[in-house]
């Protein structure tokens, strides 16, 4: 397979099941109505981050596909990640388990630091790619628990 189709699969992936949750959950987001922390962003502001950060992490693994990287140990961190990712909307909009969305994402902040370093060990830069997502993650684990303790 071509670098190209290689990345374009990778980013495609990402993109589409992100805005595929994204659809599912849309009749369900209650973020205007709920009580936020201090610094919450607007609403208007996920879809454009979460793109971002899809996009970023099709390139970091289309980096590792590409150059032959990829084993089975990068194959389980990246996509275990990828699916605590997309289900944690669905727990923290849909179910509205606040609480446990955050001991969901605190799960995904560890996956993503596993994946960050296995990406490094593989390919400075893929690693490099993700830290963004990371940091994203720990900003919205804050958000997370304020919502949980401001409207319980």
Do not use: C, E, H
């Amino acid at each position: 397979m071509s670098n190209l189709k290689i990345y374009a699969k990778s980013i495609l992936t990402t993109v589409i099941l992100g805005g595929l949750v994204g659809f599912i959950i849309s009749g369900s987001i209650d973020y205007n109505s709920l009580q936020k922390p201090p610094f919450s962003p607007p609403s208007s502001l996920f879809p454009i981050v979460w793109t971002i950060l899809y996009i970023l992490m099709g390139v970091s693994y289309g980096i590792l596909k590409s150059n032959g990287l990829v084993d089975s140990k990068i194959n389980l961190i990246y996509y275990s990640q990828l699916v605590v990712n997309l289900l944690w909307p669905i727990v923290f909009f849909v179910l509205q388990w606040r609480l446990f969305a955050f001991l969901w994402i605190i799960l995904l902040i560890v996956l993503v630091a596993n994946m960050i370093t296995q990406f490094y060990n593989k390919n400075d830069l893929a690693g490099l790619l993700q830290i963004p997502y990371f940091l994203w993650l720990l900003f919205a684990a804050y958000l997370n628990l304020g919502v949980y303790l401001l409207n319980k």
